[in-house]
């Protein structure tokens, strides 16, 4: 078992064999039948700790914000009658206050409130001298401070089992992830608290049901302790977040192809070198997935040139931008070598490419 772990399964004693928890349910509770036959197949896997949204924080109004308190009856019935810990999303008093009363196990904090001071030191104060265990998802920010200082608050307020949840960061630029999976974030916050709990959402992180394996993956290299995993009787008809969530049955294939890696040997101090592998991998799919739609625009390009009778190779403007990437490639401290070599590469293929469209037969 891993270090630590043992502390950590004494306050959280829902590890499973492997040595990782798993919290598993669907993004938003919809309805008492899919509240009730979730839980039943999340219990069937051995899974001991039951998610589900109640109200739902929505980036746009209009999206379906939650069935509400009513839904809490139905999470009460799932724990007593499949003995699972029930666990729901709270962003104010009256959520803390309406969980409490309906006997929820665990309560979550979204990412959208741990960004906000005022409403964590509210959580805070509604649960002085209410020890109920706390799992803070990091800020949709990068601002390790501030999830630390949501930390801070629950556990000045009494809370002793506080625990984090690592969910990615918004971005600006579209990429391969809903959320950035910004890993160094995670590792910071980690090498802060050592002594807490820290599990990983790869569904909110992925946006898309295709990658959550790589990013859980991903989560237990990176000696994270377990997982939160939105999952769907049928996630293509979920009233939230349909693109990530996955069946109970692609949840269980998933935990059995999941790879626990061994610990390191005493006294040799590894673990940083690892995070650091797992950092270049995720920047290395990264790079291709920008690759792959550099080329799909390339092919784009291609029948516009065709259909207007330019030419395939245009040198001024190609000249002119390998001037801009070695002089941006330079202020990024990278050799003028390398950035010619890498564009001297792409733009051959981009070349290539661009030819099989104009001279197919
Ligand atoms: C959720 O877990 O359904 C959720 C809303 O997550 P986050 O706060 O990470 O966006
Ligand atoms: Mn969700």
């Avoid at 078992?1 to 669907?26: H, R």
């Avoid at 729901?88 to 979204?110: M, P, S």
């Avoid at 890993?183 to 569904?203: N, T, V, Y």
């Avoid at 992925?206 to 990013?215: A, E, H, K, Y």
Wanted: net charge negative; hydrophobic share 40%; charged share 25%.
């Amino acid at each position: 078992m891993k270090k630590d772990i043992q502390d950590k399964f004494s306050k959280w004693p829902f590890f499973n064999e492997k040595g990782f928890l798993t919290v598993a349910g669907p993004c938003s509770a919809e309805t008492y039948e899919q509240v009730m036959t979730t839980a039943e197949q999340i219990h069937q896997l051995g899974i001991k700790v039951f998610r589900a949204g109640v109200w739902k924080p929505r980036t746009r109004p209009g999206s379906f914000e939650g069935v509400g308190k009513e839904a809490l009856d139905w999470m009460l019935e799932a724990k007593r009658k499949y003995g699972l810990k029930t666990t729901v999303e709270v962003a104010n008093r009256q959520h803390v206050l309406d969980a409490l009363e309906k006997e929820v196990d665990i309560l979550w904090i979204g990412a959208r409130t741990t960004v906000n001071p005022f409403t964590i030191q509210e959580i805070a104060d509604t649960l002085q001298g209410i020890d109920i265990p706390v799992l803070i998802k990091n800020p949709v920010n990068p601002d390790v401070d501030l999830w630390l200082g949501a930390v801070e608050r629950l556990e000045k307020a009494g809370v002793t089992r506080v625990g984090a949840i690592h969910r990615g960061v918004s971005q600006f630029n579209k990429s391969l992830y809903r959320n950035k999976p910004e890993w160094e974030m995670a590792i910071e916050f980690r090498k802060q608290r050592p002594d807490l709990l820290l599990i990983c959402d790869p569904s909110h992180i992925s946006g898309n049901r295709d990658l959550v394996p790589l990013i859980a993956q991903t989560a237990l290299d990176l000696m994270f302790d377990g997982l939160m995993i939105e999952t769907h009787l049928s996630p293509d008809n979920a009233w939230s977040d349909a693109r990530q969530q996955i069946t109970p049955m692609q949840l269980k294939l998933l935990l059995d192809e999941l790879v626990v890696p061994v610990e390191f040997a005493e006294g040799i101090e590894l673990s940083g070198f690892e995070d650091l592998r797992n950092v270049i991998n995720d920047i290395d799919n990264q790079l291709i997935q920008l690759l792959s739609e550099r080329m799909t625009i390339v092919n784009d390009i291609a029948h516009f040139k065709k259909a207007h009778n330019l030419a395939i190779f245009q040198e001024k403007r190609w000249n002119q931008l390998v001037a801009q990437h070695l002089e941006n490639g330079k202020s990024k401290g990278l050799s003028t070598q390398f950035i010619q070599k890498i564009f001297n590469a792409i733009h051959a293929e981009s070349i290539d490419k661009q030819g099989q469209v104009f001279y197919k037969k």
